[in-house]
C-alpha cells in the first residue's frame, strides 16, 4: 500500500510539472458519487492537445460497513445463482465491513462538435487496479460427536482486480474555472484474485474434525475447486485462487465537480 501510494504521487507530481511547463490546462475533480457511499475519490486531468487529455483517479475507503447494507444484500442474493463457483448464501452480508484503494489511468479522445478537450463528449480507453479488503462473518453447520454444532468464522477477505476497458461520459464546463465531468456508462474485462482466511484455534480438535470442517464448507459454499482451494488446519480456513478468475464489470454514473488550471 505505501510503494503503491509513493508511485501515485511521484506520478501526479510529474504531470502537474508537465502541465506548468507547456501551459495546457488540467482539471482536478472530486467524484461526489463516491462521496456517498464513504469513499474518497480524486481525479487529476491533464490536456495533451485539441481533442485529447490523461486522466489518473485514485479511489480510497476506509474499512467499514458496507453502505446501504440491506439493498446490497438483496442484489448479491439475486446474483448468486450466476456465480458458479461460489455461494454466499452463508454470509452475513449487513454485518460485513469493506475498505477498497484503487487507481484508474485513462486516455480520453474528445468528439463533441465545436469541442475541445476537457469539454464536451469523450470516449476513454482505461485501464483500473482495485483491492477490496474487509471482514464478512460467515456461519457453517457441523456435526461434531453426533451432535450438531453452528461455527461462526470471521473471514478476513481480500478481492484484487486488474482490468481494463471504454467509458462514455460529458464534461460540461461552469464559469471559466470549474467543469462538471459525468461518467455515463461503460465496461471492463480483467483478472481477479481472491484471498479468505479465518484464524481460529482448532488445537482441541482431531485430524477427522479439520476434514469434515473442511467438506462442509465446500459443499455449504458450493465451492468449485477448480476455481478456488480450500485449506482446513489447527490455525483455521484459508481461501486462495486455484485458477485464473475472470470477470466483467459496468462503470458509470459518476459525478465528478472539477476545478480547471
Given amino acids: 500500500m505505501k510503494i503503491t501510494s509513493i508511485t501515485v504521487f511521484c506520478v501526479c507530481l510529474s504531470f502537474f510539472c508537465f502541465s506548468q511547463e507547456y501551459n495546457k490546462p488540467s482539471v482536478i475533480k472530486v467524484n461526489l458519487s463516491s462521496l456517498a457511499l464513504g469513499a474518497y475519490s480524486l481525479q487529476y486531468e491533464k490536456v495533451l492537445g485539441n481533442r485529447t487529455s490523461f486522466a489518473l483517479g485514485v479511489v480510497y475507503r476506509p474499512v467499514k ?108 464546463k461552469l464559469g471559466n474555472r470549474f467543469t462538471f465531468d459525468w461518467f455515463i456508462i461503460g465496461g471492463h474485462y480483467g483478472k481477479v484474485t481472491v484471498h479468505g482466511e479465518s484464524n481460529q484455534n482448532f488445537e482441541g480438535y482431531d485430524e477427522q474434525f479439520l476434514k469434515d470442517i473442511k467438506a462442509r464448507i465446500i459443499d455449504t459454499f458450493k465451492i468449485n475447486e477448480q476455481y478456488l482451494s480450500v485449506e482446513v488446519d489447527k490455525q483455521g480456513v484459508r481461501v486462495d485462487n486455484a485458477r485464473n478468475l475472470t470477470f466483467f464489470n459496468l462503470r458509470g454514473l459518476g459525478f465528478n465537480l472539477g476545478y480547471k488550471f
Fill in 65 to 172: 460497513q458496507v453502505p446501504f447494507a440491506k439493498t446490497v444484500e438483496r442484489f448479491v442474493d439475486a446474483a448468486d445463482s450466476r456465480i458458479d463457483y461460489i455461494s454466499l448464501a452463508n454470509v452475513k452480508k449487513s454485518e460485513a465491513t469493506v475498505g477498497t484503494f484503487g487507481i484508474t489511468p485513462e486516455f480520453r479522445y474528445y468528439f463533441g462538435k465545436n469541442k475541445s478537450a476537457p469539454n464536451g463528449a469523450y470516449l476513454a480507453v482505461f485501464g483500473r487496479y482495485n483491492s477490496y479488503f474487509g471482514k464478512a462473518p460467515v456461519f457453517v453447520d457441523v456435526l461434531y460427536k453426533d451432535t450438531f454444532a453452528r461455527i461462526e468464522l470471521p473471514v478476513d477477505t481480500q478481492i484484487k482486480t486488474i482490468s481494463g476497458g471504454l467509458m462514455l461520459g460529458y464534461q460540461f
